[in-house]
């Protein structure tokens, strides 16, 4: 008798949603990775995939293995092809522990890798682009935990002052006197493993331009399972559309537990329909593909 093949590695999920891609896998329990070239970052790194190591940057959420077992190889990969040394954005709380984990591979490999880790604390930020920020926020989790949300800050010329003439402006200026102030632009957010909190209330998760956050159960019966590991569920999610302002949502860290098909049917059927246009699912790739191939052909036309 002829054996079976190997069981094939999931493909990446992939949207375009304008300006940016979103690319990675979310699966619970199995890796979390979801990168966004434009922004030079990705979130989480799961089993670092060949794609997340062009990223100078690494928004890690928390320690758990499905989403930070790829943190070497994303480091050592990055200085084998030339890229220079990633950079950890981590929760404060467990900086240490990736030193600890570098260390570690001194001992095996009897060499070093260059790599950065950067600690935060809630509210705490970093540049990670010109003018673009990556905020940190606390969440709900079993562990030490972070969201984040990309901020693009704009400078822009005070309200009270729009319509004076340009020499008026200018003579302001020389004395000293801020003509300006800094807009905070919330552009993408992405929650990481939480359960439902009042970090879901913040300004910068309800107006970032894309929302990214888990869902983790979705059956009625599982709700108390939820609660459990700290995660959200569908009701969650329902709420949280009747709040965010985003122009895009997508759910990731879906489970095997349930087929993408069921996943699909359960959404169209409780998601109403006012927010089911902008209600994505990372790992839906059919229906991402399909939705890929009529941008192109939009775009041609």
């Known amino acids: 008798m002829i054996p079976r093949e190997p069981a094939r590695n999931p493909n990446l999920g992939f949207l375009y949603i304008p300006p940016y891609r979103i690319q990675g896998i979310s699966i619970a329990g199995e890796q979390s990775v979801v990168q966004i070239p434009e922004l030079d970052l990705v979130f989480d790194i799961g089993l670092a995939p060949r794609t997340a190591l062009t990223s100078?940057?690494?928004?890690?959420?928390?320690?758990?293995?499905?989403?930070?077992?790829?943190?070497?190889?994303?480091?050592?990969?990055?200085?084998?092809?030339?890229?220079?040394?990633?950079?950890?954005?981590?929760?404060?709380?467990?900086?240490?522990?990736?030193?600890?984990?570098?260390?570690?591979?001194?001992?095996?490999?009897?060499?070093?890798?260059?790599?950065?880790?950067?600690?935060?604390?809630?509210?705490?930020?970093?540049?990670?682009?010109?003018?673009?920020?990556?905020?940190?926020?606390?969440?709900?989790?079993?562990?030490?935990?972070?969201g984040y949300t990309v901020?693009?800050?704009?400078?822009?010329?005070?309200?009270?002052?729009?319509?004076?003439?340009?020499?008026?402006?200018?003579?302001?200026?020389?004395?000293?006197?801020?003509?300006?102030?800094?807009?905070?632009?919330?552009?993408v957010c992405y929650t990481g493993d939480t359960m439902w909190g009042d970090h879901f209330d913040r300004e910068d998760v309800l107006n970032a331009k894309i929302l990214i956050t888990e869902c983790t159960f979705l059956e009625d019966d599982h709700k108390s399972r939820a609660g459990v590991g700290k995660h959200l569920h569908l009701d969650n999610v329902i709420e949280l559309l009747e709040k965010a302002k985003s122009d895009a949502v997508v759910l990731v860290h879906t489970s095997r537990r349930t087929h993408i098909a069921?996943?699909?049917?359960?959404?169209?059927?409780?998601?109403?329909?006012?927010?089911?246009?902008?209600?994505?699912?990372?790992?839906?790739?059919?229906?991402?593909?399909?939705?890929y191939q009529k941008q192109l052909e939009e775009a041609e036309d």
């Not at 030339?82 to 001194?106: D, F, L, S, Y």
């Not at 822009?156 to 905070?184: C, F, N, W, Y």
């Open 262 to 291: 069921q996943v699909k049917k359960t959404l169209n059927e409780r998601i109403p329909r006012e927010y089911q246009d902008k209600l994505f699912v990372l790992m839906d790739n059919r229906t991402n593909k399909q939705r």
């Open 56 to 146: 100078n940057f690494c928004a890690l959420t928390h320690g758990h293995m499905d989403h930070a077992a790829g943190i070497a190889y994303y480091y050592s990969q990055r200085y084998f092809q030339g890229m220079g040394a990633g950079t950890v954005v981590c929760p404060k709380a467990i900086e240490q522990a990736i030193h600890n984990v570098m260390g570690a591979w001194v001992d095996l490999e009897a060499q070093k890798t260059p790599y950065k880790v950067i600690g935060l604390a809630h509210e705490e930020e970093v540049e990670i682009k010109n003018n673009i920020f990556l905020k940190g926020f606390e969440t709900q989790h079993t562990v030490p935990s972070l």
């Open 151 to 187: 901020i693009e800050k704009r400078s822009k010329l005070r309200s009270d002052l729009v319509g004076l003439p340009q020499e008026q402006l200018l003579a302001m200026k020389e004395k000293g006197e801020e003509i300006t102030q800094t807009l905070h632009i919330p552009l």
